[in-house]
């Protein structure tokens, strides 16, 4: 079971996993954040996806995927290895019949069918009648997404989970059942049409619901919990459907994605109230680098769009923008153009990034206002190449020179990159490369252990050596034996990225370096000897000594003193 864990988690990629609890940014090879599991203002947490763990430097916690998952989510390690394997979309390596998920997903589904029964009652008329004449549902529609009704005084939830034999306390935990301003306990969904949302094992393990009265918020979605979180999960999420297509729709609610979904566009997918993340991305560019966004043409759907861009910013993705000119959203435009009228309009997509510089100008009657807003706009790319590509889009739509956009634009924040490029360029010293080596495999820990003299290591190597000696072979170990600042020093050596193929020039490197080394303090020792010795016959032989070590040092070709 250790081997088919250690090639699951060899799968995910920890730095997707991470990005969903936790806000990274990139600093070199690395990912840093503030820490989930302390408070901190300045970022000590660091994940490294090339080795696949994650490691804070304030609290001292760290290990591997599996254990970040079960730690911020306070769940047993099988439940989490479910939870890794959801997210990363992979399957698990083991399943445990007596978890919580299994009894949960029951759960879910008893309640949809539930409220698709109360749908198609007398207590559900209302609801019928709005989605058959105002929004143009058949029954078979109805059917095919799995649609419901919660009631005023629904009692869906409390019936499934008797059913189930699923105790009120855990409905109150994962946010079904909640206080009325009174102290009495009720359903979480009360005059809603319901709207089933699946995971990627097309689980369902939420719901979303639209108010049939004036409640606010019109959408609701079910509480967040350690398996439902809106920023990961994307409604009628269709991979092969998406791959048939060669694209993904991305829209903005449930009735936009079904009403793609009802005129053959079932490569259509939408955002469940929140706006676009990394999550999306990563599931949709498994299967497609093309995507297209049709959001609502309102001011929301736009900045909605305008929000996006960082994230689509680190993504290698051919990202088009269609608005309609007369709907709001997509449901209306299907309502009054039909399938063949979007057909046509898809000639008029717009590429992502002309659309941002578009938007973020705003008003045309004054360039130097345009700029300024353009400028207050993309202040955050780092990236000197994307920053010139919106200065020549900004440049073409001003009908300007791109070196005037330029010069207006070149009070641009340039920190994150200096910070960056630092962190790429680690000055490694003898003893870092050590350090690297010790940690690099059992082979070459046992090769270099040969050569080490704890005299003429420095006092971080020969820390690091001490705790390889007790036994610690796992760099996510040794860091939390170490004081911050050398924990810190020991991440930025082993997340230090040396090819396969080199790996033996730096072990040559540090053995020359280290005889070197030797050969130099030998040489100072005799050195010191014979200044201090009155006796003349024994000066004389330190002095044959020291010459013939001098001797070697040069042949070594380290006769230069540092």
């Given amino acids: 079971m250790s081997k088919e864990l250690d090639d699951f988690k060899a799968k995910c990629d920890i730095a997707k996993v991470v990005s969903h609890y936790v806000s990274l940014e990139k600093v070199g090879s690395n990912y840093r954040g503030l820490c989930p599991f302390h408070e901190e203002k300045t970022p000590s947490f660091y994940v490294n996806p090339d080795k696949g763990f994650f490691h804070c430097f304030g609290c001292g916690a760290g290990g591997d995927v599996i254990e970040f998952v079960k730690r911020i989510e306070n769940i047993s390690f099988v439940e989490a290895v479910q939870r890794v394997a959801e997210l990363c979309g992979v399957d698990p390596p083991l399943m445990s019949k007596d978890t919580f998920y299994s009894k949960y997903v029951s759960l879910m589904e008893r309640m949809a069918e539930n409220y698709k029964d109360v749908l198609f009652s007398v207590r559900g008329r209302k609801a019928w009648e709005y989605l058959s004449k105002v929004r143009g549902l058949s029954r078979e529609d109805v059917e095919r997404f799995s649609l419901g009704y919660a009631p005023m005084n629904s009692d869906v939830i409390r019936r499934s989970a008797r059913e189930l034999k699923i105790d009120m306390n855990t409905l109150i935990k994962y946010g079904l059942m909640i206080r009325s301003k009174n102290g009495r306990l009720i359903e979480f969904f009360r005059n809603r049409i319901i709207f ?5 094992s097309s689980k369902i393990v939420a719901f979303g619901g639209r108010t049939l009265g004036d409640d606010e918020p019109k959408y609701l979605n079910s509480s967040e919990n350690k398996y439902f979180s809106k920023s990961k999960i994307l409604y009628l999420f269709n991979r092969n459907k998406i791959k048939a297509a060669g694209f993904s729709i991305i829209c903005e609610g449930y009735m936009d994605a079904i009403a793609f979904h009802k005129n053959g566009f079932e490569n259509a997918c939408a955002l469940l109230g929140t706006g676009l993340t990394k999550f999306h991305v990563d599931a949709i560019k498994n299967i497609t680098t093309n995507v297209l966004f049709v959001l609502d043409s309102d001011s929301a759907g736009v900045n909605a769009m305008k929000r996006a861009a960082k994230i689509l910013a680190d993504e290698d993705l051919n990202v088009k923008v269609l608005t309609f000119e007369d ?23 717009m590429d ?6 578009q938007k973020s100008l705003g008003e045309m009657g004054d360039p130097i206002k345009s700029l300024v807003r353009l400028k207050r706009s993309i202040s955050w790319v780092s990236s000197p190449i994307l920053r010139r590509r919106l200065v020549s889009k900004a440049s073409r739509i001003l009908m300007m020179d791109e070196k005037d956009v330029m010069y207006e634009l070149q009070q641009l924040i340039k920190g994150k990159e200096t910070e960056i490029a630092k962190a790429d360029n680690i000055r490694m010293s003898v003893d870092d490369y050590v350090v690297y080596l010790l940690f690099y495999n059992d082979e070459m820990r046992e090769k270099i252990k040969t050569h080490l003299d704890e005299s003429i290591i420095s006092p971080f190597a020969k820390k690091v050596l001490e705790v390889v000696n007790s036994g610690v072979t796992k760099p996510q170990e040794a860091m939390r034996l170490l004081e911050r600042k050398e924990g810190e020093r020991f991440f930025r050596i082993f997340t230090k990225e040396i090819p396969e193929p080199n790996i033996e020039k730096v072990y040559d490197l540090c053995v020359s370096k280290l005889e070197e080394r030797k050969l130099k303090h030998q040489i100072e020792k005799v050195e010191r000897e014979m200044v201090s010795t009155p006796d003349a016959e ?18 070594k070709g380290g006769a230069s003193r540092g």
């Avoid at 000066?539 to 070697?552: D, F, G, Q, V, Y």
């Fill in 196 to 200: 089933p949302v699946k995971n990627s």
């Fill in 327 to 349: 709907s709001k959203d997509p449901d209306e435009f299907f309502s009054k153009h039909g399938k063949d009228g979007f057909r046509k309009i898809l000639k008029n997509t």
């Fill in 352 to 357: 992502y990034w002309d659309f941002y510089v």
């Fill in 538 to 555: 024994l000066k004389a032989k330190l002095l044959k000594k020291a010459m013939e070590l001098r001797s070697l040092l040069r042949k």
